[in-house]
């Protein structure tokens, strides 16, 4: 099963909710995906959505080298409530050489597990989704905040009110919040790092990055 292209190949482990959202969303941006789950129902609920499916145990080294799963750029192990097959199933995809295997886990201190274990990135979806529930609440100009690393996010966000019709030097993006604005989407067109002089419209969307405090505080005032 070893398939080379220019594009970046994943495999789903897990079918449940949310690795169902994850492969099918893949598979909708056009990438190839592999899923896997060990109920042979849910394997065949998809099979004609997904790239491949396949039903078996993912704590079955010997059944993951079958697959030859270190073809995959990316495995993510979305195994939910059995923690026990999370964490076998993760040690497995790393004694096998998979380059990276991100892991759902339910709790921090699945997620400090999961980490030891050598999962190259452990996501916990609620924490996440409540995260993103606070932010729209309390700030309602934020469209998305992605994590870089644990110190930067990267932050698309509404004009705020009192920048339109001024130009990036007069509203002291950097001086005043430290942030460092790397795009505006202004309708289909994106304007890449705009100049001082770019003057910013009512409907722009902006993209900017910068430490977690200072994105918080700039979305904050605006």
Known sequence: MARRNARPEFAVIGLGRFGRGVALNLVHRGFTVLGIDHDRQIV??????????????????DALRALDITSFDTVIVAIGQDFESN?????ALKSLGVQKVVCKALSERQQAVLLKVGADRVILP???????????????LLLEQLAVGTQH??????????????????????????????????GDEVIVAPPADFVFDKGDILIAIGTNEQTDALIEVS
């Open 44 to 61: 065949q609920d998809l099979a004609d959505e997904l790239t491949q499916t396949v039903a078996l145990d993912s704590t079955d080294e």
């Open 87 to 91: 964490v076998l199933t993760t040690v």
């Open 126 to 140: 609620e924490y996440e989704a409540g995260q993103r529930l606070a932010h729209s609440l309390t700030a309602p």
């Open 153 to 186: 996010s990267v932050i698309e966000f509404q004009t705020p009110p009192g920048f339109a019709g001024r130009t990036l030097r007069d509203t002291e993006l950097r001086a005043r919040w430290g942030v460092t604005l790397m795009a505006v989407k202004r």
